[in-house]
């Protein structure tokens, strides 16, 4: 499943990772979103995510975080992928 970044913006309270390097979060994120790597996020996504909630993940372009959603969402949770990243980000802020 995927959102856009206007509609995820509409969203209170959601629950946005950013599965970028620490990095690139540091210099600059989505506001309100947390940062898990991608790799780690894969390897233990049981110590990070709640499979009764639902999380919107994004990385610079939307390629990587729209393969860790399918991979999370066949595991049972609820991962949504944000269209085009932080960098759709970029462009309407």
């Not at 994120?29 to 995510?49: G, S, T, V």
């Not at 991979?71 to 802020?93: F, K, P």
Request: glycine share 4%.
């Amino acid at each position: 499943m995927n959102i856009s970044v206007l509609n995820l913006l509409k969203i209170p309270n959601a629950n946005i990772i950013d599965i970028r390097s620490r990095e690139n979060f540091n210099n600059r994120h989505i506001p309100n979103a947390k940062n898990i790597e991608a790799k780690e996020l894969m390897i233990r996504p049981d110590k990070y995510l709640n499979k009764n909630e639902t999380y919107y993940l994004y990385c610079r372009h939307g390629i990587t975080s729209q393969k860790v959603c399918q991979i999370l969402t066949s595991r049972g949770y609820n991962t949504i992928n944000v269209i085009g990243g932080y960098e759709a980000w970029l462009l309407q802020n």
